[in-house]
T-cell receptor
C-alpha cells in the first residue's frame, strides 16, 4: 500500500538558518504534491503545490523540490523565524476526486 | 470572514450516543471533504462530495453518514459513538488547482 514518510523527529533549528524538511513516498505515482502548515488546535493551511512535471517551486521564503525518480520532495524555509514553528504536512494527490494522502507531518521549532 | 467553518468546536459525549458535526464554506467551491486526525496526527480522508454527489467514500464504519444539503454545506452524523471515534474531525473544501481549505476542526471526545 502507499506510504508517505516525513521526518519523524522534530527539527530544531536556529533563527536565520534554512530549515529543510523531507517527504518520501512509496507505492504511489502522484500527479502533484502539496505542503501544508498546521498550528496546534488549527486546521492545515495550504502553502505550495508542485506538479509531477515540475522540479522546483518558490514562494517568498519557501522552496519545494519534487524528484519523481527518487520519490522525494524537499521543503525549504530560508531565513527561518520563530513564527515558522509549526507542523508541516506533505500530501500527495492524483486527480479526480482530489483525494489527498497525507504524511504524519514534521514538527519544526525555530529558536531565537 | 471565515472561509470554512465547523460547529461545534468541541464535542464531549458518552459512548452509544448519536452526534452531528456541521460544516459550511463560503468560498463557492464545488467539492467538500471530511477528514479524521487521530492522536498520532495522521490526517485521513473519510468522505468527499462534489456538487452534492458522493465521490469518495473511504473504508469508514456505517455509523458515519455524511449529508450534503447543498454544495456549501457538508454535515457528518455519527451513530452509536465508540471510544475509538475520539479524534479531531476536519472539514475542507476545494475548487481548482487541488488546493484544499480546511476548517478549524471539531475535537470529539467519547467517554
Amino acid at each position: 500500500s502507499q506510504k508517505i514518510e516525513q521526518n519523524s523527529e522534530a527539527l530544531n533549528i536556529q533563527e536565520g538558518k534554512t530549515a529543510t524538511l523531507t517527504c518520501n513516498y512509496t507505492n504511489y505515482s502522484p500527479a502533484y504534491l502539496q505542503w501544508y502548515r498546521q498550528d496546534p488546535g488549527r486546521g492545515p493551511v495550504f502553502l505550495l503545490l508542485i506538479r509531477e512535471n515540475e522540479k522546483e517551486k518558490r514562494k517568498e521564503r519557501l522552496k519545494v523540490t519534487f524528484d519523481t525518480t527518487l520519490k522525494q520532495s524537499l521543503f525549504h524555509i530560508t531565513a527561518s523565524q520563530p513564527a515558522d514553528s509549526a507542523t508541516y504536512l506533505c500530501a500527495l494527490g492524483r486527480g479526480y476526486g482530489n483525494k489527498l494522502v497525507f504524511g504524519a507531518g514534521t514538527i519544526l521549532r525555530v529558536k531565537s | 470572514d471565515t472561509a470554512v467553518s465547523q460547529t461545534p468546536k468541541y464535542l464531549v459525549t458518552q459512548m452509544g450516543n448519536d452526534k452531528s458535526i456541521k460544516c459550511e464554506q463560503n468560498l463557492g467551491h464545488d467539492t467538500m471533504y471530511w477528514y479524521k486526525q487521530d492522536s498520532k496526527k495522521f490526517l485521513k480522508i473519510m468522505f468527499s462530495y462534489n456538487n452534492k454527489e458522493l465521490i469518495i467514500n473511504e473504508t469508514v464504519p456505517n455509523r458515519f453518514s455524511p449529508k450534503s444539503p447543498d454544495k456549501a454545506h457538508l454535515n457528518l452524523h455519527i451513530n452509536s459513538l465508540e471510544l475509538g471515534d475520539s479524534a479531531v474531525y476536519f472539514c475542507a473544501s476545494s475548487q481548482a488547482l487541488h488546493t484544499q481549505y480546511f476548517g478549524p476542526g471539531t475535537r470529539l471526545t467519547v467517554l
